[in-house]
């Protein structure tokens, strides 16, 4: 039997001048890559279970790209909505009203014009005609871009001004006259209904001096279902159809079962 200490296959000797020292085994490096199954390996060995295989490689067109960023709109592009429409009251200059509704209505522009009929002698004739109510004036169911267009780039329309008003503070910029839809369409029916013998006259505003009133609507005859307010204009009683600041409606009234009050 030798004598010697046998030595397991694990554990390494070293030689040294003060004699033979052990040292415990090593442990394997985790990515070598002489070692099966290791990170560093990239192999798989099938007899171990659950090992790692190796990663299918994914072609670049199926790579899914981060979405790119939208490009900034500057604001000066970015579109405004449109603004709504109103009717506005207009001065037409040197009387052209007529010639500015023929160009209107070329455009397309909604716009209404009062007009009167009148009779009247020329000499030995009697004549009657179609003449606008009021002159140098039209209305127009637009917006403020619009009409700015028709001005800059219609020469038909070029005549059109803007109908403003002072605030009674004066240090206010006067104001773009507009008028609500109901009563537009209030003052369009009076002037569309007929009047065979002539009682309706169509003149500039007026406050009547500050009369009060009150509130009343035609209930029979040609203005059935106009409203307007009760007066006296030259003694006669009459149902006043105002546009604040623009035009009135003079309508006298020959029986009080004609109207009902508000």
Known sequence: MSNVNEKTPSEATRVTD???RSFAPSTPNS???????????????????????????????????????????PSSQVPTPPRPLAWYP????????????EALDKAGV???LPMQHIVMRVGKKI??????????????????????ELKMFNR?????????????????????????ERQMLNFMRAMQADDPSGRRTCIPYTDFLGQEGRQVRFVSGSFAGVEGTIKRVNNNRSVI????????LVIPIDHITDIQFL
């Open 31 to 73: 990515n070598d890559p002489l070692i099966p199954n290791s990170p560093g390996s990239g192999s798989h060995d099938p007899l171990i279970p659950n090992s790692p295989g190796p990663q299918p490689s994914v072609p670049s067109s199926q790579v899914p790209t981060p979405p790119r960023p939208l490009p900034s709109v």
């Open 18 to 20: 003060s004699g033979t």
């Open 127 to 148: 004549v009657e005609r179609d003449q606008p109510a009021i002159h140098n004036l039209i209305f127009l169911h637009s917006n403020r871009t619009q009409i700015r």
């Open 90 to 101: 207009m001065y037409v200059t040197y009387a052209r009203e007529l010639d500015v509704q």
């Open 241 to 248: 159809i105002a546009l604040p600041h623009v035009a009135c």
């Open 110 to 112: 909604e716009n209404f």
């Open 156 to 180: 038909g329309c070029q005549p059109l001004q803007y109908m403003t008003v002072k605030p009674r503070t004066s240090d206010q910029a006067s104001v773009v006259i507009t008028i609500p």
